[in-house]
T-cell receptor, first 111, second 115 residues
Framework: GDSVTQMEGPVTLSEEAFLTINCTYTATGYPSLFWYVQYPGEGLQLLLKATKADDKGSNKGFEATYRKETTSFHLEKGSVQVSDSAVYFCALRKSNSKLTFGKGITLSVRP | SAVISQKPSRDICQRGTSLTIQCQVDSQVTMMFWYRQQPGQSLTLIATANQGSEATYESGFVIDKFPISRPNLTFSTLTVSNLSPEDSSIYLC????????????FGEGSRLTVL
């Protein structure tokens, strides 16, 4: 079945460091890809999305590009802030089916 | 975007009892989903609830343990029955955005602790 694999965490960075969180997927067909974020004490929010190959999703300084050739959707940010500390989930979904999540990774950003 | 309200936001229950979680959406939606997030884990789909039909359960989840109601297009309930400490989790309601991008909106979750 469909699956999402995220790099192992947790990740701890200093403020203004570059961030990459790896995500690869296994799926038949052409899924949409998502990054969701869960800030401490809050619900799950959509961070960004991409619906087809070579699409780049972006939001709040974060970016991810849908790479079909490598089945990847890595999340990047050029300069992280303390407020980016959260749990990040990569996910995929094919039309009208369930949203399949990766395990999530905890990011902590030090001042 | 849809606004999703869940009640209760948290609860502590005794072993053997049941808890019913409510999910209210501010707009009519066809598909509603119930997820479970066990401590330190990812989200796992419990079931999909469509109005007017029986909920569809994922492998490993059964109706007797997780009965779901979907009386109309804006409301659903999930009951977790015969509670055990292993049921301690966050339970989240989500709905389809209705667009063609496939994104889901999530409620803030209901944190259940079973003693």
């Amino acid at each position: 079945g469909d699956s999402v694999t995220q790099m192992e965490g947790p990740v701890t960075l200093s403020e203004e460091a570059f961030l990459t969180i790896n995500c690869t997927y296994t799926a038949t067909g052409y899924p949409s890809l998502f990054w969701y974020v869960q800030y401490p004490g809050e619900g799950l929010q959509l961070l960004l999305k991409a619906t087809k190959a070579d699409d780049k999703g972006s939001n709040k300084g974060f970016e991810a590009t849908y790479r079909k050739e490598t089945t990847s959707f890595h999340l990047e940010k050029g300069s992280v802030q303390v407020s980016d500390s959260a749990v990040y989930f990569c996910a995929l979904r094919k039309s009208n089916s369930k949203l399949t999540f990766g395990k999530g990774i905890t990011l902590s950003v030090r001042p | 975007s849809a606004v999703i309200s869940q009640k209760p936001s948290r609860d502590i229950c005794q072993r053997g009892t049941s808890l019913t979680i409510q999910c209210q959406v501010d707009s009519q939606v066809t598909m509603m989903f119930w997820y479970r997030q066990q401590p330190g884990q990812s989200l796992t789909l419990i079931a999909t609830a469509n109005q007017g039909s029986e909920a569809t359960y994922e492998s490993g989840f059964v109706i007797d343990k997780f009965p779901i109601s979907r009386p109309n297009l804006t409301f659903s309930t999930l009951t977790v029955s015969n509670l055990s400490p292993e049921d301690s989790s966050i339970y989240l309601c989500s709905v389809d955005s209705g667009g063609n991008t496939g994104e889901l909106f999530f409620g803030e979750g209901s944190r259940l602790t079973v003693l």
